[in-house]
């Protein structure tokens, strides 16, 4: 609809996951690669994982379509919420092959056969298992009697899993440890950084635009690539609904007003509409800290709708941070805290946090927050005394420096911990859990977590 009027030959950002658009990372690239090796090397299990939306099915479309081996029969299973008899019928059917009957002792037998067969005409089958999180348990303890179909020298299926962290999480059931040890190549999809969502957007108006001119505006680009927080799949939602809108408008470029309109018709900052929510109220703060949003993110996390209050007597904010290793107030200013970006060696200064001021006496208690929140420190009227409350609780500078503030893309605590501090080791694993409570599992910390790193302690003292 609106491609004659910016002069597209196609629309750039549809949503389906088409390989001619295939914008590789190195991240990408490593998964893309990951699938090759496996493949090629015949290393039976393949495991891609990575968030809703970060590209997943695209790189293992690209691949299908770059497959240069004529001996790879590919079995590409779309809905893996199957039972494994109703998996076996569905290769059987895939490589034309009678199903001798219900039994699956039978059924595996019978593939195994046939697979010979083809292996002695130097043919692989290659099973590629789509949105793997949703199979069954059952089901994917039984892929194991696949992969141990073999020859002396190699296996006869590869298997190749892709799927959101939910099945990292299934995969180390106890149950299916055995499956899960037998995972040869293993790699992680995760939200691209500012810089390639920027370029990713480039990438797919110049696979499409038949003239020079500009298609957004520098500050439309910015809004988009800031609220769609890295996912690929939300740059196309909300891309494609600025070129519509300006369409409607006749405004070329797509300017900041143009992509505002779309950000309020999609609810983005209260209620996502058609783009998955954060986890949880950690990662919109993650996403949201920079530039003068900030008091209203933090209040829609919160609490629901922006405060339009004056700003002489704006609501205080409190927020839930971990606990205080001195109550006492320091003499000077606390150092501001650094929010560490996705990309591993760059840190950026966050930006202060607005002085909390006390509410007035009728105003309601906050509800509905995840977990209850912290009282924050009253501020004195000009001339009058200060109130006995506590100092708002935040990390207290220790040592080295102030704490810094991570964000998890991917990273486990470990390769955290070592890039902050230059090593890893107990005390430092310790050290971090201290500070940072909401860490059951150190195992298994969240896409989009945001971690606090304190300083460390004086020379001296153990972490």
Same mark, same amino acid.
């Given at each position: 609809m609106y491609k004659e009027f910016f002069n597209l030959s196609a629309e750039p950002f549809r949503i389906t996951p088409d390989p001619g658009f295939l914008f590789l990372t190195d991240q990408h690239k490593e998964a893309l690669a990951s699938i090759i090796y496996g493949i090629s090397k015949r290393k039976g299990f393949v495991c891609i994982i990575g968030e809703v939306g970060v590209g997943k099915t695209t790189i293992l479309r690209s691949y299908l379509d770059g497959a240069e081996e004529p001996e790879l029969v590919f079995v590409h299973i779309f809905n893996p919420a199957v039972s494994f008899l109703a998996l076996l019928k569905q290769i059987f059917a895939e490589l034309d092959l009678p199903i001798p009957g219900e039994d699956i002792p039978s059924m595996v037998e019978a593939l195994r056969? $046939?697979?010979?067969?083809?292996?002695?005409?130097? &043919?692989?089958?290659?099973?590629?298992?789509?949105?793997?999180?949703? #199979?069954?348990?059952?089901?994917?303890?039984?892929?194991?009697?696949? +992969?141990?179909? &073999?020859?002396?020298?190699?296996?006869?299926?590869? *298997?190749?899993?892709?799927?959101?962290?939910?099945?990292?999480?299934?995969?180390?059931? $106890?149950?299916?440890?055995?499956? &899960?040890?037998?995972?040869?190549?293993?790699?992680?999809?995760?939200?691209?950084?500012?810089?390639?969502?920027?370029?990713?957007?480039?990438? $797919?108006?110049?696979?499409?635009?038949?003239?020079?001119?500009?298609?957004?505006?520098?500050?439309?680009?910015?809004?988009?690539?800031?609220? !769609?927080?890295? *996912?690929?799949?939300?740059?196309?939602?909300?891309?494609?609904?600025?070129? #519509?809108? !300006?369409?409607?408008?006749?405004?070329?470029?797509?300017?900041?007003?143009?992509? $505002?309109?779309?950000?309020?018709?999609?609810? *983005? /900052?209260?209620?996502?509409?058609?783009?998955?929510?954060? &986890?949880?109220?950690?990662?919109?703060?993650?996403?949201?800290? /920079?530039?003068?949003?900030?008091?209203?993110?933090?209040?829609?996390?919160?609490?629901?709708? @922006? +405060?339009?209050? @004056?700003?002489?007597?704006?609501?205080?904010?409190?927020?839930?941070?971990?606990?205080?290793?001195?109550t006492a107030k320091p003499a000077h200013p606390a150092p501001v805290p650094a929010v560490v970006d996705p990309e591993p060696g760059l840190i950026s200064p966050a930006p202060a946090l607005p002085a909390p001021v006390a509410p007035p006496p009728s105003a309601p208690e906050p509800s509905g927050a995840a977990s209850p929140p912290v009282p924050a420190e009253t501020v004195a009227p000009a001339g009058g005394p200060a109130s006995a409350s506590p100092p708002p609780p935040a990390i207290a500078p220790a040592g080295d420096g102030a704490p810094r503030w991570v964000v998890v893309r991917g990273d486990t605590l470990a390769q955290l911990i070592a890039r902050v501090y230059g090593k890893f080791d107990r005390q430092h694993l310790d050290w971090v859990k201290a500070h940072n409570p909401e860490i059951v599992d150190v195992d298994r910390i969240q896409v989009g977590q945001v971690i606090a790193f304190p300083g460390l302690p004086p020379s001296g003292e153990e972490p």
């Open positions: 056969v $046939r697979l010979i067969e083809r292996h002695q005409r130097h &043919e692989t089958l290659v099973l590629l298992i789509d949105e793997a999180q949703n #199979m069954p348990v059952g089901t994917l303890e039984s892929l194991r009697m696949l +992969s141990n179909l &073999e020859t002396a020298t190699e296996k006869l299926v590869q *298997i190749v899993l892709v799927g959101q962290p939910e099945l990292e999480q299934l995969l180390a059931e $106890r149950q299916l440890r055995q499956l &899960e040890s037998r995972i040869a190549v293993r790699t992680r999809l995760g939200p691209l950084s500012r810089a390639d969502s920027v370029a990713y957007i480039r990438h $797919r108006l110049k696979c499409v635009a038949l003239d020079d001119r500009p298609v957004f505006t520098e500050g439309a680009i910015r809004l988009l690539v800031r609220h !769609a927080q890295g *996912i690929p799949r939300r740059i196309n939602v909300l891309c494609d609904s600025a070129l #519509m809108t !300006a369409f409607g408008r006749q405004v070329r470029p797509a300017n900041s007003a143009i992509v $505002r309109e779309v950000l309020r018709d999609l609810r *983005i /900052g209260r209620r996502r509409v058609g783009l998955e929510p954060p &986890e949880n109220w950690r990662r919109s703060l993650a996403f949201a800290a /920079g530039g003068a949003g900030l008091a209203a993110a933090l209040a829609l996390v919160l609490g629901g709708a @922006p +405060s339009h209050r @004056p700003a002489a007597a704006p609501a205080a904010v409190s927020l839930p941070l971990p606990p205080l290793r001195s």
